[in-house]
Nanobody, 124 residues
Framework: QVQLVESGGGLVQAGGSLRLSCAASGRTFSSYSLGWFRQAPGKDREFVAAISRGGAFIYPVDSVKGRFTISRDNAKNTGALQMNRLKPEDTAVYYC?????????????????WGQGTQVTVSS
C-alpha cells in the first residue's frame, strides 16, 4: 500500500510555472507507476501524464505537450509534474495516483491510490 500527498499548487498568472510534487509513503514506491490527473469544476477527471516504474512517460493530449514534464525520484519516493507556460484552461485540482500496473495507464479507474489533490489556478 502507498499513501500519496500532493503539494505545490497555487495561484499563478498565465505564462507562469508551477511544480507539483507527489510524496509517497512506503518502501515499495519504485514498484508503482504514477499518474497525474486534473479535474476542473463541472468536468470529468482528465488524465494529464504518467510515468511507469521503469521511467517511460506518457503525455496524453497535445495541450500539455511541450509545457508539462513528468518525473520521479525513486530514491526520494517522490514524483513531480513541472508545468510551464500555464494557461487559464489548466486551472483545476491536480491529483497524483499510483498503480502496480507495469505500463502506466491513462484511465483513472486503473489507479488504486490517490492523493487529496492540490489546487492550481491560472489567472488571465
Amino acid at each position: 500500500q502507498v499513501q500519496l500527498v500532493e503539494s505545490g499548487g497555487g495561484l499563478v498568472q498565465a505564462g507562469g510555472s508551477l511544480r507539483l510534487s507527489c510524496a509517497a509513503s512506503g518502501r515499495t514506491f519504485s514498484s508503482y507507476s504514477l499518474g497525474w490527473f486534473r479535474q476542473a469544476p463541472g468536468k470529468d477527471r482528465e488524465f494529464v501524464a504518467a510515468i511507469s516504474r521503469g521511467g517511460a512517460f506518457i503525455y496524453p493530449v497535445d495541450s500539455v505537450k511541450g509545457r508539462f514534464t513528468i518525473s520521479r525520484d525513486n530514491a526520494k519516493n517522490t514524483g513531480a509534474l513541472q508545468m510551464n507556460r500555464l494557461k487559464p484552461e489548466d486551472t483545476a485540482v491536480y491529483y497524483c495516483a499510483a498503480t502496480l500496473d507495469l505500463v502506466a495507464p491513462r484511465t483513472a479507474r486503473q489507479y488504486d491510490y490517490w492523493g487529496q489533490g492540490t489546487q492550481v489556478t491560472v489567472s488571465s
